[in-house]
């Protein structure tokens, strides 16, 4: 497993566990900011989960969303934290983290896309 893939896989599995902290009042304070910036969104844009899941608890995680919530509405909502299209490859250093962050967690346009830095 290539090192990009190893970090973006560990961001699903904490932006998950932090979810499921939140949900069930527990902190979150030990996770990395990009989870914490993570939840946040989510969380603002959905402020009714009742109930979250990862790809991982899946037979085949490569073929299901990072995260799928469960609205208290019962509707679910399918989350792909990291989203390129084709064999694009983002480069987190060249981004420039703070101008990165503002630009897409803080536009309501892309409420169906999360792209997180990994």
Known sequence: MNQSRKIG???VINVFNALKN?????????????????????MKLYPDIKGVHNKFETEKP???PDLC?????DKQIKINLF?????????PKN????SFL?????QTNY????????
Not at 26 to 41: G, L, M, R, W
């Open 69 to 73: 919530l469960l609205l208290k509405s």
């Open 22 to 42: 939140l949900l069930t009042g527990k902190p979150i304070q030990e996770f990395p900011d990009t989870t914490k910036e993570t939840v946040e969104y989510i």
């Open 111 to 118: 409420k169906n896309v999360l792209i997180t830095i990994l």
């Open 9 to 11: 896989d560990e961001h």
């Open 95 to 98: 981004l420039g983290a703070k």
């Open 102 to 106: 503002a630009k897409y967690f803080y």
């Open 83 to 91: 989203y390129t299209k084709g064999n694009a490859v983002i480069q």
């Open 62 to 64: 490569d073929f299901h």
